[in-house]
T-cell receptor
Framework: EPEVTQTPSHQVTQMGQEVILRCVPISNHLYFYWYRQILGQKVEFLVSFYNNEISEKSEIFDDQFSVERPDGSNFTLKIRSTKLEDSAMYFCASSVISGANVLTFGAGSRLTVL | AQSVTQLGSHVSVSEGALVLLRCNYSSSVPPYLFWYVQYPNQGLQLLLKYTSAATLVKGINGFEAEFKKSETSFHLTKPSAHMSDAAEYFC???????????FGAGTRLFVKA
């Protein structure tokens, strides 16, 4: 069964460092998403991406965050200068269509900022 | 703006008992509604979805949910809990464009032997 692959599974970084989280969505999916889940809290929407541009973003997704689909297969989330509060599990998801879209999630990348 | 509220952050049932996880939504337009399940150290997996066809939706692993517009609810049920059902369950809502799916805070289900 096709799956969404995320790397790294766990990254530890120092505050102020740049981090890039990588995702390989399902190959025939057209819509891509990043969510985050701070430990013990809800799953929060960060951004959606379609046709090589951001479709929608939340208030969490400020100028420190950016997304890119550099090569037609990878979908990356970059955090320019990490803060302690960026520590969370980051989930990538993809879907075939929007609307009644069923999101297929990756297993997540755990980011720990020290 | 759309939102979902899940009543009860933790629910504990005995094996074989009825499972009822509550979800209420808020949406200015007819929504799409979903239930996802998250097992430890895994991503979220779809249990079932409502897309304005039948109001009673059947999902995987014996779960079902009923859309009640008058109550703005989409509660998840399973007649008989199994130990393997222990997980975190998330209710979610999406608008027709679907660029943003909003998740509830989650309900952790514990199943006692």
């Amino acid at each position: 069964e096709p799956e969404v692959t995320q790397t790294p599974s766990h990254q530890v970084t120092q505050m102020g460092q740049e981090v890039i989280l990588r995702c390989v969505p399902i190959s025939n999916h057209l819509y891509f998403y990043w969510y985050r889940q701070i430990l013990g809290q809800k799953v929060e929407f960060l951004v959606s991406f379609y046709n090589n541009e951001i479709s929608e973003k939340s208030e969490i997704f400020d100028d420190q965050f950016s997304v890119e689909r550099p090569d037609g297969s990878n979908f990356t989330l970059k955090i320019r200068s990490t803060k302690l509060e960026d520590s969370a599990m980051y989930f990538c998801a993809s879907s075939v269509i929007s609307g009644a879209n069923v999101l297929t999630f990756g297993a997540g990348s755990r980011l720990t900022v020290l | 703006a759309q939102s979902v509220t899940q009543l009860g952050s933790h629910v504990s049932v005995s094996e074989g008992a009825l499972v009822l996880l509550r979800c209420n939504y808020s949406s200015s337009v007819p929504p799409y509604l979903f239930w996802y399940v998250q097992y430890p150290n895994q991503g979220l997996q779809l249990l079932l979805k409502y897309t304005s066809a039948a109001t009673l939706v059947k999902g995987i692993n014996g779960f079902e949910a009923e859309f009640k517009k008058s109550e703005t609810s989409f509660h998840l049920t399973k007649p008989s809990a199994h130990m393997s059902d222990a997980a975190e369950y998330f209710c979610a809502v999406s608008d027709r464009e679907g660029f943003k799916t909003i998740f509830g805070a989650g309900t952790r289900l514990f199943v006692k032997a």
